[in-house]
DNA sequence: TATGAATGAGAGTTCATTCAT
DNA sequence: GATGAATGAACTCTCATTCAT
């Protein structure tokens, strides 16, 4: 009963704006992840973020339009390095891929949510038509096509197996990454982190390279 | 005003009994994994499996047993055979990986949505802390240790590596096999099952075996 | 705390299907009348129903079907009898016009709601572009052709003025008719229904009759 | 950084203050006729007169009082001068109705929406029991009692028909030209104005008119 | 003067669930 | 066994209104 009533803070317009724009889309971030976007109300994200309803409203059109401001931010700040640091290596074929592995490794365990977001929109969101699911089908292929592209040289170069046409050995790398955030998801409280993230790249590295010729 | 009311059986009633259930489930698990259990609602599920809501709710108390049901089900046809093949198996441990990868292989050619629901109810069940969390974990903990096992022998007879504990490797085993039903239920209408199902075998094989020797 | 509780009464389904539905056409048609299409809430409706908004979303899909087919069935029971009734009659131009507004002026007296409800839906629908602008619009133009024709009628034979073009004419009627209509609406409890309703039939009648020539 | 900020405005503010209310009440106005006061939200207001939703609370305490001045501008441009002109003239009866028809086919014609308005706000503010009610409902008044004094005076020299007592046929009178408004509101497009203009003034003069005397 | 941010109440709609028939 | 009717809670979204800047 006492200093509940703290004068509304002095603060700029601008600056209000921009930190409840980050608040909505942490909020939204985390629970989106650890509910689903289904799951999660907008009352929800709006009570975590110290709003209400409204305000997100006034942000944000639509709980779509919150998911897809959110995506794009993902996208920022996960995908588009990652594939930019690929192709702007110099580095051997084998390299690039550890790049990407060890990229997602520091990022699965500093911001787990970052990259599990994609991959659980994209489930929650399959065969809705709406503009979400093909956004997320976008990011997924500028993926696959980075790796794809690696793949290449580094077949062409005789580091990696060429059993694989370079499409479905990207494929399979970016599915190998999926599963591992869902199972580094779910039982992320029982597993290590790294020996999960070794035992991974260890299966792409030896899982992709070309048989090994006798010495 | 007559006869207009033709008794609608002849069937014995454990007959119609065993028919209507099954109906309901093959309806669920459809339109659970294309649409998910919170977006599939009751009304849907009765609709395709021609009955009304409330003959559903005859032969399953809620919505949730209704999904615990199925996932016995699934459980019986998908995950307990495997588990029991690879068991009984005298094959080496390599050709009893070949025989776990040719079974999820073969069953998700053939019956897509029986490996999905596992994995697409265990991300949407997530920290619900329900009864159908703990099923799904329990039922992914069975696979796992199947393949520890197998993998601690390859490891002990040296055919594969030990770099990885077991329990970890067939961590990332079970997340392959996970990724890629997802990259299948994604992108199944462009991609060619087979191409990724061998792309997938290759990386298991080779990323799990040891080090070639020299000659 | 005695006998609040009746033992919800054994009637038929079919039978109660049927009063719930009117019971809801009924509560939607004084509510539509007197507030508003907007103004009035699914919730004061089924209140005014004795049922809860779900039950009335039951029996209509949503808001605008519910005034669809209120709008439907005050057609059959307003506009589609005195539309026959004037097609049907042997009588002469004159008479038949009698034979309208007596009609307006026996319903508006009896049962208000009903002939308002079109006139003011018409207004509060104009320009949304839904199904039920169409449907009022095809309503008026039934009942406008149906006094254009006798108003044709009425010309040939020299008993109605030439000097306006049958639909026009049809269309002041109409006009006057509806007029009339919304002042009972607004000063209902002011005005002598009677003296209004003869106030109107002579303001028509000698208002399209043929000059009277000498004797 | 430098003079991003023009000085927005050289007018004085008196000036700007007049344009602003001006902007928001012809906004509103049209807006109220063509989608009806309670679906015009203050933001649609706001945005078609350039401005946003708080400078109309500057000038206007709230929705209310914003029909509520825009109704008194109404009755200063559309309703007293007809009375006015109706109340000066020297003319015959039969010469003031002739006026009165003449000033709302004018303004109708010219501009739809002033005349409209009083009759639809009517019908909706209708059972509100707010102020708003009550202006309309003394606006109408006032001009049904002005074309009572008149019907009154032809009455009394024999110009017009004493079947029907003046303020009646003043009911019918205002009932016509509001159901004629109402007519060309909707169906605006699909008539022609002068030909509609032309069949009401001839049905309001013959229809009150005493019958004629043979030569 | 005017804006942008935020609130809070309420609306339409969906849906798991219950129960009498 | 199965249906149809009904409930009640929850959810998305809208909007008049307020207030600090």
Redesign the pocket.
Known sequence: MVTNTIK???????E??RS?IKSVLDSALSLFVTRGY?A?????I?GQA??????V???F????SLLEALLLRTDKELIDPIIAKIGASNGSARDRIIMLTNWFAIVGAERKELPLLHVLVSLEMHGRGNRIEEMVRKTYKDLQNAIAEVTRVGQLSGEFTSDIPPEYQAAVIVALIDGLLLEWHRRGDQLDGRALAHGARNMILNGIAATRQPA
């Open positions: 509304k803070q002095r603060v700029p317009n601008s209000r704006r409840s289904d999660t109300s907008m009352d929800d709006a110290g709003l209400t309803k409204g305000a409203y006034f942000y059109k639509d709980k779509l």
